[in-house]
């Protein structure tokens, strides 16, 4: 079911199944590449879904699985694009490299997981949004590259989330020398979780998805505030806010009504039924 936020014009569209929203690049003649257009389009549509999150359970997503139409996931940057904006000046450059990066953030920090799918290309920018979601299954077919330099350009504003992803060794060597690398080696760098067959990928994901969306909702978005807050924070302050999350968790309705419904035998009144159960 294709969701009314999104337009026939977008270069992609949203869909809702239950649960599960799909966020789907459907630009495929241009391998799924950033303009500006698509990057307002989903910075917009990633808002609305975030504040989704305040509404009642059958409104809000669970989860949201990231994934192209197409051979490729994404080819990077539209060159048209970033030709015409080498003509523009600084500001404008500043502007556009601004959306670019509250999309970024926006997707890392959604109130719910996320999980992306990789096919074919996943060059430049389509790293910064890759190693911004939570989960990431690829496809054996999968090549990656961090190819700014060999453009005279620098992988600047996915660099947070990259370099977070394979560690700042691996980010000098892979940013400085623009070298594709396979499915395979995404995986030992940490960008990818789980390899799938090209035509097994969308079902894997799905099954991925779904299986975080019996988790428990609220559960999910403090794991994700707390991860980020540990990331973020030195070592001295982890234990005061590992304490004080669980203690909130702990007397809340959700964890309440989970470790009641575990004892019960039963599946827990926020998880969302499925097709596949009595």
């Known amino acids: ?74 080819a990077g940057a539209d060159l048209s694009w970033m030709r015409n904006l080498a003509h523009a000046d600084f500001e404008h450059n500043r502007e556009d490299a601004r959306v670019l990066a509250r999309l970024m953030q926006t997707l890392d920090e959604l109130p719910f997981p996320t999980v992306a799918l990789v096919q074919g290309a996943a060059y430049g920018g389509a790293l910064g949004l890759i190693c911004a979601c939570d989960l990431v299954l690829a ?11 060999s453009l005279g350009l620098v992988p600047a504003v996915i660099s947070p989330y990259v370099v977070r992803t394979m560690g700042m060794r691996q980010a000098r060597r892979y940013m400085l020398s623009a070298e594709p690398f396979d499915a395979i080696t995404a995986c030992r760098l940490n960008v990818a979780h789980q390899l799938c067959k090209p035509d ?43 304490v004080e999350t669980i203690a909130r968790v702990r007397v809340g309705l959700e964890a309440q009504e989970g470790m009641q419904a575990f004892f019960d035998k039963r599946p827990p009144a926020w998880r969302p039924r499925f097709k596949d159960e009595a």
């Open 139 to 149: 496809s054996d077919d999968a090549r990656f590259c961090l190819s700014e330099v």
């Open 200 to 242: 097994q990928l969308l079902a894997q994901g799905r099954a991925q998805a779904l299986r975080l969306c019996r988790n428990g909702p609220e559960a999910m978005k403090e794991t994700k505030r707390l991860l980020a807050a540990i990331e973020a924070h030195p070592a001295r302050l982890y234990e005061e806010k590992t």
């Open 1 to 74: 079911m294709s969701d009314p936020l999104t337009s026939s014009q977008n270069p992609f569209r949203l869909e809702r199944h239950g649960p599960l929203a799909e966020l789907v690049l459907s630009r495929p003649a241009r391998h799924n590449a950033f303009d500006a257009n698509l990057m307002l389009g989903l910075l917009d549509c990633l808002d609305d879904l975030s504040h989704l999150h305040g509404h009642s359970l059958a409104e809000r997503p669970h989860a949201l699985l990231l994934r192209a139409e197409g051979k490729h996931f994404c």
